[in-house]
Nanobody, 121 residues
Framework: QVQLVESGGDSVQPGGSLRLSCAAS????????VGWFRQAPGKEREGVAR????????YYADSVKGRFTISQDNAKNTAYLQMNSLKPEDTAMYYC??????????????WGQGTQVTVSS
């Protein structure tokens, strides 16, 4: 059964860093399209980043470009979102997502449960 489990969310000060993890089971992650979304209270869901290792393609939202990096560890079947220079506006629930293809992204078939990131002083 396909399952995605996020971890790594925390409360940090502005300018801090976090690394979110997305552990996958039931499929081989590097054969799929994987990405991260976030949603803050009262705001629309925002696609943050996505990665297709097979296709060698990445995507980053303009709001996080240069600060966030998506990656995979194939041995651990885990995807990561490294977040640096965090800002208060990055505060949100972050969700890992995966789909067999990036072509129809963001038509997502599988979602994680979410992990909370809070950036405040």
């Amino acid at each position: 059964q396909v399952q995605l489990v996020e971890s790594g969310g925390d409360s940090v000060q502005p300018g801090g860093s976090l690394r979110l993890s997305c552990a996958a089971s039931g499929f081989t992650l590097d054969r799929w399209c994987v990405g991260w979304f976030r949603q803050a209270p009262g705001k629309e869901r925002e696609g943050v980043a996505r990665l297709s290792t097979r296709r060698g393609s990445t995507y980053y939202a303009d709001s996080v470009k240069g600060r966030f990096t998506i990656s995979q560890d194939n041995a651990k079947n885990t995807a990561y979102l490294q977040m640096n220079s965090l800002k208060p506006e990055d505060t949100a629930m972050y969700y890992c997502a995966a789909d067999p293809s990036c072509i129809t992204w963001p038509r997502i078939h599988y979602w994680g449960q979410g992990t909370q990131v809070t950036v405040s002083s």
